[in-house]
């Protein structure tokens, strides 16, 4: 195999397994705020209480962050196992910060990483407020809640990929 193909494979790899994931919670989130909007009688969904935005936002994050990180670590590592060759031997130093930061036991990598994206929902709800967005539509929730699943994969996929892909020295 050609040396440049064998650098370009891990980004290759990535972004594809990066678009899946968006366009995979885009679908699943879209079809979970229509529920959600059906459930709450067809009325705007509030920005805070029981059934509400914030609400969904945060559990959303947690429970997505925390699935993908637990499969895509487990696929990350089986692909390294098979293709050693897709390590990242010399890292920029952001990468290498993320490898250092970031502990090798999946699940407490998987509890950390959930915790910095769950926490990352917080700006977005004070957004919210700030902008005066106290309830939505449910065209309007249903677009939210699904463009900002894809992102919130997107950058999961990413930050957990990159902590199995760098070479511990």
Not at 67 to 86: D, H, M, S, Y
Not at 96 to 102: A, E, F, K, N
Request: overall charge positive; glycine content about 8%.
């Amino acid at each position: 195999m050609a040396p440049s193909l064998k650098k370009n494979i891990l980004r290759t790899g990535l972004l594809v397994n990066i678009a899946q994931g968006f366009m995979m919670n885009v679908f699943i989130n879209a079809s979970i705020g229509l529920g959600m909007f059906i459930v709450n009688g067809l009325r705007p969904i509030p920005l805070f209480g029981p059934l509400s935005i914030s609400g969904d936002l945060v559990g959303m994050s947690a429970t997505l962050t925390f699935l993908v990180c637990w499969f895509n670590i487990k696929t990350a590592r089986e692909e390294i196992k098979r293709f050693p060759q897709k390590q990242i031997n010399h890292p920029s130093l952001l990468v290498l910060t993320l490898g250092i930061i970031i502990p090798t036991h999946r699940l407490v990598r998987v509890l950390l990483l959930t915790l910095l994206f769950t926490v990352l929902s917080v700006p977005v709800i004070e957004a919210l407020t700030i902008r005066g967005k106290m309830m939505m539509s449910g065209f309007e929730f249903i677009l939210f809640k699904s463009l900002y699943s894809g992102v919130l994969a997107a950058g999961v996929i990413l930050v957990s990929s990159y902590s199995v892909y760098v070479k511990k020295s």
